[in-house]
Each structure stands twice: as C-alpha cells, then as structure tokens.
C-alpha cells in the first residue's frame, strides 16, 4: 500500500505543475490590461507604471512565473485587484460554503441513488425498475441550472416551503443540494443497478441463496458490499466535481460560495482572484482524485496489485 501511495503522490506533482504554469499565463491570454482595469484610462503614466513594478509585470515571463510560483508554495494567492484582499483569505471564507454544499449534496445523491439501485437490482425488468430507468434518463438529461430554476419556481414561488436563495439553516441549504446532486442520484441509481445485477448472477450469491440465507442477507451482505466497489470511484468524481464545478448552481441559488466568487471575479475581469480560485480548486480536485484512489484500493485490493504489476 506504501508504494502505491508515492506512486500516486508522483503523479500528482506533474500535474498540478502543469496546473500552476496554466493559471499563471491566464493573466496575458486574457483581454486587456490587468493595469488599466484596476486603475482606468485616466490614470497618470506614473501611476501605471508603479503598479506594473508592484505587480512584476514590468520584468520578463521567466521572472513573474518565479514570483508567482514563490508565492504559491508559500501560500499567497496573490491580491485582488478590485477589493485589495488576499485572495488566500477569500477562498478561506468561501470554501467553507462550497463544501457544505458539495457534502451535502454527495450524502443525497449517495442515499438515494445507492438506495434506489438496490431496489431495482432487487426486482429486475419490473414496472418499478422500467419507471426508474425511464427517471433517471431525465435526471442526467437536465442541466443543473434548469433544475434549479424548476425547483425554485415550484417549492419557493409556488408552494412557499423553502426559501429561493441565500444561506443559513438546513432550510436553505436544501434546493441548491438536490439540484446539485440530480445528476448524480440518477448516475449512481443507474450504476447501483448495473453493479448490482452483475454480482447477483455471480456464483458465490448462488451459493449463499443454496444455504438458505434470506433475500435481504444475501442483498446486503454479499452482493451489495461487493457492488459499491465501482460505486466508490463515482462518488470520490462527483464530489469533486461539486467542488469545482458548483458555479451555476451557487449562482442561481445565490450561494456565498468559491463558485459564485469566482463568477464575480469573472464579471469584474479580476484576474488575480480567478487565477486563485482556479489553481485552489484544481489541487482540490487532483487531492480529491487522489483519496479516492487510495480509497478503491483499500475496498478492492486487486487495483494496488494490479498497479504494482505495472
């Protein structure tokens, strides 16, 4: 297991290189002058040109990438162009949100879709399982936002059971969590199912049928621990998908996000804070990515032998 782990702690390291190099040439290949968009046209050449050396952007690509990288392992995401805070602060207050959210919305879909995918698996080719398949194509077909938007309309406006938008109690924390994890209760409903079905037909579950265990003992002891192997690796994905990719359901539900701080950024052309946002949420992606391979190992032992055979 220990040489396992380097080896994918190795792995890591090229690519949030890569990401760092990524990030860091955002700032020329977008439009515009960073310079002119903190100080405006009008400013004074002194002024530009004081900023451009306070910014390293008055030394060569070589030298800023240095800098930037320095900073980086040190911590500093650099400073806001519009607000004038570290942005290592910003993320700080908003990451906490986005994953309340993203935890929130993988214990749903987790709940549901495994839950849903037995039940199914369990009762094959029936009028609940046709139903179910016919659901769950729906449910990966919506975009998120769409989602959002329906359930806003019917539990808030129409209904008045929840609120529309903001954070605070559980209350709020409700809608934005089901249209985030939509997609993924059906995925994971849909793949439950097909896990499931595949281990039903195994040997060893006839087997235990043959020594008269129950149907539910033989569901959940044998067949659904050996099923949830493949589960796990959707899982670990789509909760770090919700990490980086919870923009559009933070910013219909107006949810005090890293998502809808990286939405703002974008309308206000701040690029030190989108570089930030986007290189944190990359190293949460690729450590996300990372667990979660450690995790299939330690269900499946098969993966690290295969890896060592490698």
């Not at 994953?99 to 749903?108: C, D, K, N, S, Y």
């Not at 439950?192 to 079905?197: E, Q």
């Not at 037909?201 to 008269?212: E, H």
């Amino acid at each position: 297991m220990l040489s396992f782990i380097l080896r994918r702690l190795l792995l890591a390291v090229p690519t949030l290189a890569g990401v760092l190099v990524v990030t860091f040439l955002l700032l020329f290949i977008a439009p515009g002058d960073p310079v002119m968009e903190m100080v405006g046209e009008r400013a004074d050449s002194t002024t530009v040109a004081q900023l451009r050396h306070q910014l390293h952007l008055d030394e060569s690509r070589p030298r800023q990438f240095a800098a930037y990288a320095g900073g980086v392992l040190r911590g500093d995401l650099g400073t806001s162009f519009i607000t004038g805070r570290p942005i290592a602060r910003d993320v700080a207050q908003r990451f906490p949100k986005t994953l309340e959210l993203a935890g929130a919305a993988m214990l749903l879909a987790a709940v549901l879709g495994i839950s849903v995918g037995v039940i199914t698996a369990a009762r094959p080719n029936g009028w609940l399982d046709r139903l179910t398949l016919a659901v769950t194509y729906l449910g990966i077909s919506f975009p998120v936002y769409w989602v959002g938007l329906i359930l806003i309309l019917v539990f808030a406006m129409m209904l008045h059971w929840l609120p529309p938008s903001g954070s605070g109690g559980i209350a709020f924390l409700i809608l934005p969590a089901c249209a985030l994890g939509t997609r993924s209760i059906a995925f994971l409903a849909r793949m439950t199912r097909s896990s499931m079905l595949d281990v039903l037909g195994s040997d060893y579950v006839r087997t235990a049928r043959a020594k008269g265990l129950t149907r539910r003992a033989v569901l959940t002891r044998h067949a659904l621990r050996n099923a949830l192997i493949p589960v796990i690796t959707v899982l670990g994905l789509d909760f770090g998908s919700y990490l980086t990719g919870s923009i559009l359901t933070e910013t219909v539900f107006s949810w005090p996000g890293l998502g809808r701080y990286v939405v703002n950024a974008i309308s206000r052309r701040d690029l030190p804070a989108i570089q930030g946002s986007i290189l944190f949420l990359s190293v949460v992606f690729v450590i996300v990515n990372l667990v979660t391979d450690l995790v299939y190992a330690g269900v499946d032992p098969r993966v690290e032998l295969v890896a060592a055979a490698k």
